[in-house]
């Protein structure tokens, strides 16, 4: 039996675990490419569906802005229209809240009670922080719709109308963070 030296065994290591070490290191970046597909295509779809919320959401959130700052189509928007949009709101932001940062959820909390005196009691919506007539127009008589009276006690009294100042900061506050969880910058935003 001859001796082999110890050039030819290493030659012999050496060349087998070459093409060993080779395949591994394939099949460990092919792995990697696979997640990072997942991932890309995961983000892709959620930034997807974070749009269609967005879509959704963000008239609703101007209809209450205009409402509440009687500027723009305010005079369309009836109290019961301000409600409704309330409640569609909660119901897709609660459904939706863990697509977002918790951020976005936050902001819109904020952005609500702002607007509305929540929790008046059992079975009774919201109140309205808005005021019904004052230096801006008169809701009953300059608006786009008929007035009804039962409305009337849907809003708050008057010395708890909402800050036109604060509501449009609120409002502002909610948009950026919806446009920060799409991967947006907002003009200003440092």
């Known amino acids: ?16 675990l070459t093409p060993l070490s080779v395949a591994l290191l394939g099949w460990l970046f092919s792995r990697q490419l696979k997640r990072l597909d997942l991932s890309n295509w995961t983000n892709q779809k959620l930034i997807e569906k974070r749009l269609a919320i967005y879509d959704e959401i963000a008239p609703r959130l101007n209809k209450l802005l205009c409402f509440f700052t009687w500027v723009g189509y305010w005079k369309t928007v009836s109290p019961a229209d301000a409600i409704q949009a309330k409640r569609e709101l909660d119901r897709t932001l609660n459904i939706y809240r863990h697509v977002f940062d918790a951020e976005v959820y936050d902001a819109y909390q904020d952005y609500i009670h702002v607007l509305f005196d929540t929790y008046t009691a059992p079975g009774h919506d919201a109140r309205l922080r808005a005021l019904i007539w004052g230096p801006d127009g008169d809701r009953r008589v300059d608006c786009g719709y008929t007035w009804d009276e039962g409305w009337m006690a849907n809003f708050s009294a008057p010395g708890q109308a909402a800050d036109k100042a604060e509501v449009r900061a609120r409002y502002q506050a909610v948009m950026a963070a919806l446009t920060r969880s799409l991967g947006v910058s907002t003009p200003g935003a440092g």
Not at 1 to 16: C, N, S
């Open 1 to 16: 039996m001859a001796t082999w030296p110890t050039l030819e065994i290493a030659k012999l290591v050496v060349g087998v």
